[in-house]
């Protein structure tokens, strides 16, 4: 499984971006999806994930209300809608997918198998 994920780059805090990240097999055939995030000296941390065949989300607190992830199957991509972006956003922001991750572990970069490349968002003051 591959993941291609864009959409990163450079924003003025209270600014929107939207990372998509697409899938080399079909989204509908992964039990979740995820973005996490990591910033320099900080250790990987996960930011909201979805099951593409139920539609079923998972939000960190910090990003609820602002973020939104959702999914287009038939193009086998999933989308991090990104509102009211804040310094602190800033990090390199990782699409993960997994085949066989449980509810409890959605949450867990450990459960995930297939990871994308970073895209880096910057959220300047």
């Known amino acids: 499984v591959q993941l291609q994920a864009s959409g990163g780059g450079l924003v003025q805090a209270g600014g929107s971006l939207r990372l998509s990240c697409t899938a080399s097999?079909?989204?509908?055939?992964?039990?979740?999806m995820g973005w996490f995030r990591q910033a320099p000296g900080k250790e990987r941390e996960f930011v909201v994930a979805?099951?593409?065949?139920?539609?079923?989300?998972y939000y960190a607190d910090s990003v609820k209300g602002r973020f939104i992830i959702s999914r287009d199957n038939a193009k086998n991509t999933v989308y991090l809608q990104m509102n009211s972006l804040k310094p602190e956003d800033t990090a390199v922001y990782y699409c993960?997918?997994?085949?066989?991750?449980?509810?409890?572990?959605?949450?867990?970069?450990?459960?995930?198998?297939?990871w994308g490349q970073g895209t880096q968002v910057t959220v300047s003051s």
């Open positions: 993960a997918a997994s085949q066989r991750v449980i509810q409890s572990a959605i949450r867990d970069p450990k459960a995930y198998e297939y």
């Open positions: 097999v079909r989204t509908a055939s992964t039990r979740g």
């Open positions: 979805i099951k593409p065949s139920s539609g079923h989300t």
